[in-house]
């Protein structure tokens, strides 16, 4: 059974910092990621797809790798503002089928301070 | 081009009761997921839809059901509900399978009292 984490699971950083967000998965078979921001009681945003083909992909001021051999993609946020304020997950879709299942990382809770 | 609706947005209802919750995803989009989003439990994949059919089920039990129109809209039904079942429950449009990045709803809170 896959299972995904997400370290850490809070993190706090002054305005203008680069940051580094975590992700692994336990079955290396997987067909694509993405990575999702989630507002307070909102819904989730797409910021990044990475076909398994792929190894980044890029995005203004983010950048997302993928790793699969060792299960592991990182998501690069760099000069972090105020609004990247959120909840950051990871999910991948398994290798099998053409079913679009995701299944989601425990998640990161990014605050950026003034 | 219109995002991901849900209605409504909000419910409350009470143990015992049913519930029916709607999703229009993107214009052109045929693929419908729904996910149960807790604290306890994170986001759990309910279901997935494309062209009216089931393609794939989470480990949900059958009071937990969805079906899909012709149009792409999609709704899903809770029967008896529990206290459990209390959630924010989201729905995700993609184009069509696996290979599309997919698009969430705001998502619908259900409060069961």
């Known amino acids: 059974k896959q299972e995904v984490t997400q370290i850490p699971a809070a993190l706090s950083v002054p305005e203008g910092e680069n940051l580094v967000l975590n992700c692994s998965f336990t079955d290396s078979a997987i067909y694509n990621l993405q990575w999702f921001r989630q507002d307070p009681g909102k819904g989730l945003t797409s910021l990044l797809l990475i076909q398994s083909s792929q190894r980044e992909q890029t995005s203004g001021r983010l950048n997302a790798s993928l790793d699969k051999s060792s299960g592991r993609s990182t998501l690069y946020i760099a000069a972090s ?13 398994p290798n099998t089928g053409t079913a679009s299942k995701l299944t989601f990382g425990t998640g990161t809770r990014l605050q950026v301070t003034l | 081009k219109a995002g ?6 909000y419910l409350i209802k009470t143990r015992g009761q049913q519930v029916t ?19 306890g439990q994170g986001l759990q994949f309910l279901f997935e839809y494309f062209s009216e059919t089931q393609r794939n089920k989470g480990n949900f039990p059958g009071r937990f059901s969805g079906r899909q129109f012709s149009n ?39 409060t069961v009292l």
């Open chain 2, 4 to 9: 991901v609706t849900q209605t409504p947005r």
């Open chain 1, 81 to 93: 503002q105020p609004g990247d304020s959120a909840t950051y997950l990871c999910a991948v879709i």
């Open chain 2, 72 to 110: 792409s809209r999609s709704e899903m039904n809770v029967s008896t509900l529990e206290l459990g079942d209390s959630a924010l429950y989201l729905c995700a449009s993609s184009l069509i399978d696996r290979d599309n990045e997919q698009f969430f709803g705001p998502g619908t809170r259900l």
């Open chain 2, 21 to 39: 919750l709607s999703c229009s995803p993107i214009s052109g989009h045929r693929s419908v997921s729904w996910y149960q989003q807790t604290p």
